[in-house]
């Protein structure tokens, strides 16, 4: 059975996070048969993960078929085919992932923090009957309330957020991009989270250099778990 360290190392693999010596070790292993097969059905895990997230995401009738299959596992392990397989899978991981997919790897729309319960509709705001509908999902909507309330009167962070937010998930990152910019006051709560979206906005748009400047700077005032996040991206990119 493969212990602890041997799983860490064929995650870090995988992920391309091996340092010089875990190299160095996981290439001693070329040729250890109870190693590979522990890869292979890490491989496996990961390929089945994908399809569960095609499915969720919905991605068509047309894939229904392929989406339904049980991933193929590979023949019995001989020394030969664990050569073969551990090239192959170098060959694989090492072209990564592309950006499109690291942006929806990590990104995720953001809770609404603005709306009260149990305000009446006349009391609403129209930022707040914004958010409303940006938690149902009618982002089209609200974009057009938050063109409304732009042609009135200038955006406050929070709003300049959220519009920011809305245009992603209607895939205008050119446009989200100008509303993220607006957000410059690193004593604003939004401050934060707005360059987390700022950097994956330029993941989204193949704006590597950008990304990274961002993240780098991000990753001095987040905390552990976020900052590990940051690091897996930058080896990412």
């Not at 212990?3 to 190392?9: A, C, E, R």
């Not at 992920?15 to 340092?19: H, I, Q």
């Not at 290439?27 to 190693?35: G, Y």
């Not at 809770?111 to 603005?114: E, G, L, S, V």
């Given at each position: 059975m493969t212990?602890?360290?041997?799983?860490?190392?064929i995650k870090k693999f995988l992920?391309?996070?091996?340092?010089k010596d875990e190299k160095a070790a996981f290439?001693?292993?070329?040729?250890?048969?109870?190693?590979l097969e522990a890869l292979e059905n890490e491989m496996i895990a990961i390929q089945s993960r994908q399809e569960l997230k095609k499915k969720l995401q919905g991605i068509g009738a047309d894939h229904k078929t392929q989406q339904n299959t049980t991933p193929k596992r590979f023949a019995p392990l001989g020394i030969a085919a664990s050569v073969i397989l551990l090239l192959g899978t170098i060959f694989f991981f090492n072209q990564g992932i592309n950006n499109q997919?690291?942006?929806e790897e990590h990104y995720s729309s953001y809770?609404?923090?603005?709306t009260q319960k149990g305000t009446s509709d006349d009391d609403k705001t129209l930022f707040e009957k914004t958010m409303i509908l940006y938690d149902a999902k009618q982002y089209k909507l609200a974009q057009q309330n938050f063109e409304t309330i732009n042609s009135e009167r200038e955006l406050t962070d929070?709003?300049?957020?959220?519009?920011?937010i809305t245009l992603l998930e209607l895939n205008t990152p050119k446009a989200a991009l100008v509303q993220f910019k607006n957000i410059t006051d690193t004593s604003s709560p939004l401050y934060k989270d707005t360059q987390w979206y700022l950097a994956l906005t330029y993941i989204k748009e193949n704006d590597v250099d950008k990304a990274k400047v961002v993240l780098t700077e991000?990753?001095?005032?987040?905390?552990?778990?976020?900052?590990?996040?940051?690091?897996?991206?930058?080896?990412?990119l």
């Open positions: 212990n602890t360290s041997d799983k860490q190392l992920r391309n996070e091996l340092s290439t001693a292993r070329k040729e250890d048969t109870s190693f997919e690291l942006f809770p609404n923090i603005y929070g709003e300049h957020f959220y519009y920011g991000l990753q001095d005032i987040v905390g552990k778990k976020k900052q590990e996040e940051i690091k897996t991206i930058l080896n990412q």
